[in-house]
């Protein structure tokens, strides 16, 4: 059995409530409701109020929307974010590619020797240390560039007076490198792998 109306709108009322607006209304090919509640809903496309609509799906499941806040999972193979703020924490785990990045990834750190009160000139005098601790879980690469060193020559009458300066470089405890020159200039420059942790 069916039931067939043939009218150019249909409206259906609740008289009980004394409400004449009408529950929804059928016009031309649309069906107008304010409020429905669906246990299951089927469509092949879906799509929001507005122009431009401010959300649509479509069958072939492109998802569309102005604003998204998403307290679950994101799980995504591909895509282009723009403008974002990650607050905490983040893991890289294949190639990373940049073409700008601001911050401490690489450091310069600039020492200067204390100084002899003792000499007119007050010469350089003492022992300067650079440490870098490497406790990040990845492997990375310290890399020092050129570093120039040399002691200095002092002319007497009778004699001349050298002073020496020594390059002293370790790797966890491990001397790499160590040399002592007087007036003549030596450089020093390396590559040293840090492992992970």
Not at 114 to 143: C, H, K, L, N
Not at 165 to 193: P, Q, S
Request: a positive charge.
């Amino acid at each position: 059995s069916q039931v067939l109306l043939a009218a150019d709108r249909i409206a259906m009322i609740n008289p009980a409530n004394g409400n004449t607006k009408p529950m929804f209304v059928g016009q031309g090919d649309q069906i107008f409701m304010n409020d429905v509640f669906l246990k299951r809903l089927t469509a092949p496309t879906i799509t929001s109020g507005g122009n431009p609509p401010a959300f649509s799906l479509t069958p072939d499941g492109r998802l569309t929307a102005k604003n998204a806040d998403i307290s679950g999972n994101v799980n995504a193979n591909s895509g282009t974010l723009n403008n974002v703020t990650i607050n905490e924490n983040c893991r890289v785990l294949g190639k990373l590619s940049a073409n700008q990045i601001e911050g401490d990834l690489v450091k310069t750190v600039g020492k200067a020797f204390p100084r002899d009160s003792r000499a007119p000139e007050r010469w350089p005098s003492g022992t300067v240390t650079v440490r870098i601790y490497d406790d990040q879980p990845f492997d990375r690469q310290i890399v020092i560039p050129a570093v120039a060193f040399r002691g200095a020559k002092h002319e007497r009458k009778n004699n001349n007076i050298y002073s020496s300066c020594r390059l002293i470089v370790k790797k966890n405890g491990a001397e790499i490198y160590n040399r002592t020159t007087l007036d003549n200039t030596l450089i020093y420059t390396g590559v040293i792998d840090m492992p992970a942790g």
